[in-house]
Each structure stands twice: as structure tokens, then as C-alpha cells.
């Protein structure tokens, strides 16, 4: 197996097919509402991050490219359920100091048709256009959702600069934000893919889900790694594996393939170990660095990884937990024994490469480098 110190960089493997992505998307999301049109454009022109997910679908396409199409359909057609998470025993995996994490086992539903064409005719070719389509898409939701989050987190500040909500009110960021959604929409229906539509929306309803469990979960469930797990999966692996699953949808791999699947699988993990990094850092790194507010998580009243090791350990933090840091002076304490505590940021951090380390295990690394 090939080491990831070794490969080359994901985001030069596709930095060219990136580059017309910055104005096309500010084209598509133009309204003739100069404040809508201004508020939706924000995080595509000066302040576009990373492109994160763009990049992992431009990857995924290349990798299914080169992936032969087999035509495994269940019985049961037009039927999408959504997947099942289950616990896993870290045993077999290097450097996770035996922590568990989350295993994926996924349904098998919707028979798809698309044209499979191979490496060398990939880029230009109508199928590439649809998935590079696709990623524009996914940032569209993810920006639309960053709208709203920081809305709903208060949050003064993202990507470095200030939060839609900040530059313009919180009534025009909820607009700006539906907005962006309802052009997702319009772009998805234009791929003219049911099955993509289908699981696109899946994710959306994901990352309601994930947000309202966040905001509502009761207390008792608040300490436990397998409601954080759930939520991380629903607010941010779930958009991500299921653009990957989509992606290979669309360079014509059937719904229930070893393709599909194991691209799915692969975003599935990525996603949980990007979350709970994004939670690492969150304690660990400067506002100056993220671009956006540092030690955020304790003040919405949300336990995280590192919380949730520290409280294993230290039971004196799970009434904290339970309370989700209201009283005067929770906050400090629970920081307190995080950073006392010799264990519960290394726990954190090897729960993030556990699942790092899986999908790199899954058939997608090697469809891509090999
Ligand atoms: C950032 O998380 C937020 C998300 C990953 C999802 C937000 C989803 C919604 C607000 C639901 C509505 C969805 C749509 C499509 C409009 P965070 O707050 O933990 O991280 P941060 O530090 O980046 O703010
Ligand atoms: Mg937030
Ligand atoms: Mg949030």
C-alpha cells in the first residue's frame, strides 16, 4: 500500500480543472437583487476557502474514470434509504491508540444510466462537465449552510473576514443563503440524474438533521461519543460521501456498485475525520489562523471530541456536559481539566487519523494513484 506522505498534493492533482470554477459560480449565482446578488457571491470571489469539496469531487471523478463500470442492481429499483453507521473495533489500524470509530455499511438502491467513459477522454467530456456541475453544486449547499451557520451560531467572522450576517443583516443572510440553495436546486435538476437529485437531497435533510440534534439533543445523550459521531456524520460527512456517491453516479457507475459504494465509504470517513479535526482545532489553533472564531464550540453550549475523552476520564465534567456550560465558570473548569488531562487530546487526534486511515484503506486511494 502506498504511504500518504508519498502521493502528491489532492488539490495540484485538479487545480486546472478548478480554475474556471470562481466565475462560473459567481455567474450562477448573479440575481437582479444587487444585495442578494452581493451577499450570495461573497465566499466565491475574494473569500472562496479551500474549495474542499470541489477538490474531492474532481478526484473522485478521475478516479471512477479509470474504474471499469459494473451493472450491480438490487430488486428493489427506485428505492433510496439512507445508511447505517455502527461502532468498529480500531484493533487493525496503526497509530489509534485503540480508539474505535464509526464503520459504514450503505444501502443499495437506485439503478442510474450514464455514459462511462475512461481517463483519457475525461476531461472535456460531457459526463466531466456534469460532475464538475456537481461540485459548484456542493459548494453552493455548503456555503448556503455556512450562511446560516453563522447566523445561528452568532459568529462574527468566517473565511477570514466578516460573516454575511455581520456585513448585512441577519433577514438578508437567511435570504442570501435560501437563495444560493434554490440555484443549487435549479443546477441539480439540470443534470437530469433522479437518482442524483435524490441522494442530493438526502444531504440537505442530513445537515438540517445534524444541526437540530446538535441544538436539541438531550442531556444524558450529550456525553455520549456515539450522539457527537452521528451529528459530525449528519452536519458534515454526510454532504461530503454523498457528493462522492453522486460523482460516480454520474460518470456512469450503477447506484449499488463496489464503485459507487466504496467512493461513498471513502467520503463517509473523510468527512468524520475533517469534523472532528475542525473540533481539535477549534481548541488548538488561533482565530487569526481559522479565519474564524477559536474556542467556540464550549460557548454554544457543544462538547466535542477532546470534551467528551476529558469527561470520560474526569467525571466530574458531565454534569458541565449535561448543562452544556451555562453556569459562571463551567467553561473554565471543563478547560481546564482538557488541558490538565494527558490523554484526551491525543484520543481526539487518533479518532481523527483512525478515520483518515480508514478511507484510506477503502478501493478509492488506489483507483486514483495506482
Ligand atoms: C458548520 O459547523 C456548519 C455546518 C457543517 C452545517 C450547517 C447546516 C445548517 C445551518 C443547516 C441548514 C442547511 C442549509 C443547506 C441551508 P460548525 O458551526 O460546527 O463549524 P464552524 O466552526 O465552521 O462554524
Ligand atoms: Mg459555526
Ligand atoms: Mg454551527
Wanted: with cysteine; hydrophobic share 40%; proline share 4%.
Amino acid at each position: 500500500k502506498t504511504k500518504i506522505e508519498t502521493l502528491p498534493d489532492p488539490f495540484k492533482m485538479v487545480e486546472k480543472e478548478l480554475q474556471p470554477f470562481a466565475d462560473s459560480i459567481s455567474e450562477l449565482v448573479s440575481s437582479d437583487q444587487p444585495i442578494l446578488s452581493m451577499a450570495a457571491k461573497h465566499f466565491f470571489e475574494k473569500r472562496h476557502g479551500k474549495r474542499f469539496r470541489p477538490t474531492i469531487v474532481q478526484l473522485m471523478a478521475k478516479a471512477v474514470a479509470a474504474a471499469n463500470p459494473e451493472k450491480i442492481i438490487s430488486d428493489d429499483g427506485q428505492k433510496f434509504t439512507s445508511d447505517i453507521l455502527q461502532f468498529t473495533n480500531s484493533e487493525t489500524l496503526e497509530s489509534t491508540g485503540g480508539v474505535s470509530g464509526w464503520q459504514w455499511s450503505g444501502a443499495s438502491t437506485v439503478e442510474v444510466e450514464g455514459g462511462v467513459i475512461t481517463q483519457d477522454n475525461h476531461q472535456g467530456s460531457d459526463v466531466w462537465r456534469r460532475q464538475a456541475q456537481l461540485g459548484q453544486i456542493v459548494e453552493m449547499i455548503h456555503v448556503a449552510s455556512l450562511i446560516h451557520d453563522d447566523v445561528l451560531d452568532e459568529a462574527e467572522t468566517r473565511r477570514g473576514g466578516e460573516a454575511v450576517h455581520k456585513l448585512y443583516s441577519n433577514k438578508v443572510a437567511v435570504l442570501a443563503g435560501d437563495y444560493l440553495l434554490a440555484r443549487a436546486s435549479v443546477l441539480l435538476a439540470r443534470l437530469e440524474n433522479t437518482a442524483v437529485v435524490q441522494i442530493m437531497a438526502t444531504a440537505l435533510e442530513s445537515l438540517v438533521a445534524g444541526e437540530i440534534m446538535q441544538l436539541k439533543s438531550p442531556p444524558e445523550s450529550l456525553l455520549e461519543m456515539e450522539t457527537y459521531l452521528r451529528k459530525s456524520y449528519y452536519k458534515t460527512a454526510s454532504l461530503i460521501c454523498y457528493a462522492c456517491r453522486s460523482t460516480t453516479l454520474l460518470g456512469g457507475h450503477a447506484y449499488g456498485s463496489t464503485v459507487a459504494t466504496a467512493c461513498e465509504e471513502f467520503g463517509f470517513h473523510l468527512g468524520l475525520a475533517y469534523q472532528i479535526q475542525d473540533d481539535i482545532l477549534d481548541f488548538t489553533a488561533a482565530a487569526s489562523v481559522l479565519g474564524k472564531p477559536a474556542l467556540a464550540d464550549m460557548d454554544l453550549g457543544l462538547s466535542t471530541a477532546p470534551i467528551l475523552y476529558a469527561a470520560q476520564e474526569n467525571h466530574s465534567l458531565r454534569p458541565l456536559v449535561m448543562r452544556r456550560f451555562k453556569n459562571k465558570g463551567d467553561k473554565n473548569t471543563a478547560l481546564e481539566a482538557l488541558y490538565k488531562s494527558p490523554t484526551a487530546m491525543t484520543k481526539a487526534s487518533n479518532l481523527a487519523k483512525f478515520h483518515a486511515q480508514v478511507s484510506e484503506m477503502t478501493s478509492f486511494p488506489s483507483l486514483v494513484f495506482s
